[in-house]
Nanobody, 115 residues
Framework: VQLQASGGGLVQAGGSLRLSCAASGSTSSITGMGWYRQAPGKQRESVAQISRTGWKNYVDSVKGRFTISRDNAKNTVYLQMNSLKPEDTAVYYC??????????WGKGTLVTVSS
């Protein structure tokens, strides 16, 4: 499975960005997909997860502001980020988990939120 993320950039606080992550390869083996982020000097954290059937989970700090969605036909997962805050600044990584227990990562995309 290969993952290609896009959509990062520079935005002012209060603004919005939409991240996309397209999967290719053995996409039929993918179960859960999600987004993680890593801010400078901090550990990588899970931001949002979505199962193949649409179950979603969010870290508390983004609830009500971020929305994860998934288009199984396009093998793509999205992260709509609204009301962005400077503390959302991080490199965002797409992740896919497969039925056989493997975990795949895309290259990160940088999101910078200016105050």
């Amino acid at each position: 499975v290969q993952l290609q993320a896009s959509g990062g950039g520079l935005v002012q606080a209060g603004g919005s960005l939409r991240l996309s992550c397209a999967a290719s390869g053995s996409t039929s083996s993918i179960t859960g997909m999600g987004w993680y982020r890593q801010a400078p000097g901090k550990q990588r954290e899970s931001v949002a997860q979505i199962s193949r059937t649409g179950w979603k989970n969010y870290v508390d700090s983004v609830k009500g502001r971020f929305t994860i969605s998934r288009d199984n036909a396009k093998n793509t997962v999205y992260l709509q980020m609204n009301s962005l805050k400077p503390e959302d600044t991080a490199v965002y990584y797409c992740n896919a988990a497969t039925y056989d227990g493997m975990s795949y990562w895309g290259k990160g995309t940088l999101v910078t939120v200016s105050s």
